[in-house]
């Protein structure tokens, strides 16, 4: 039987993501923006580019888009390159709360923290609060488990 994501907990700091996401909007979003599949744009290297959330065809908003594409790094080496992805793809994810006005900026650094395996950091800089910092510790079996 095949594994899915959400048979992985996601850990962020060391706590486990659902105790912080109940009482913290923010993680909330920012686990929905990261590991929410997005669809992939047409020049990405895949052969089927209908993978990712169908409600992104029916959005009110024009190129409005939910979720990252993470997902297409799963396969991947990690390499230098994959770790420039991962920062893109996140950074391209999280890009709606400038747009929305939670934030700033935001910024986002991707890390290999073993050998087969990559660190998300991601600071959203907020216009009402202190910034906010998540460290993603087990992105690689994240993505790779889907």
């Known amino acids: 039987m095949p594994s899915y994501a959400q048979d992985v907990p996601l850990y962020i700091d060391g706590v486990e993501s659902s105790l912080l996401a109940e009482t913290n909007p923010l993680v909330r979003a920012v686990i929905m923006?990261?590991?929410?599949?997005?669809?992939?744009?047409?020049?990405?290297?895949?052969?089927?580019?209908?993978w990712g959330w169908w409600g992104d065809n029916v959005s009110d908003v024009e190129s409005?888009?939910?979720?990252?594409?993470?997902w297409l790094l799963a396969r991947e080496k990690v390499t230098q390159s994959t770790l420039n992805r991962a920062e893109q793809y996140a950074?391209?994810?999280?890009?709606?709360?400038?747009?929305?006005?939670?934030?700033?900026r935001v910024t986002v650094a991707a890390?290999?923290?073993?050998?087969?395996?990559i660190g998300l950091t991601?600071?959203?800089?907020?216009?009402?609060?202190?910034?906010?910092?998540?460290?993603?510790?087990?992105?690689?079996?994240?993505?790779n488990n889907v």
Do not use: C, M
Request: charged share 30%; aromatic share 8%.
């Open 33 to 50: 923006s990261l590991f929410t599949w997005r669809r992939a744009e047409p020049d990405d290297p895949i052969e089927d580019t209908k």
């Open 64 to 70: 409005d888009q939910i979720g990252s594409r993470l």
């Open 91 to 104: 950074k391209e994810a999280l890009a709606h709360f400038i747009d929305d006005g939670v934030a700033t």
């Open 111 to 117: 890390e290999r923290i073993t050998v087969d395996g």
């Open 122 to 143: 991601v600071t959203i800089y907020r216009v009402d609060a202190a910034p906010t910092t998540l460290r993603f510790s087990n992105v690689w079996s994240l993505i």
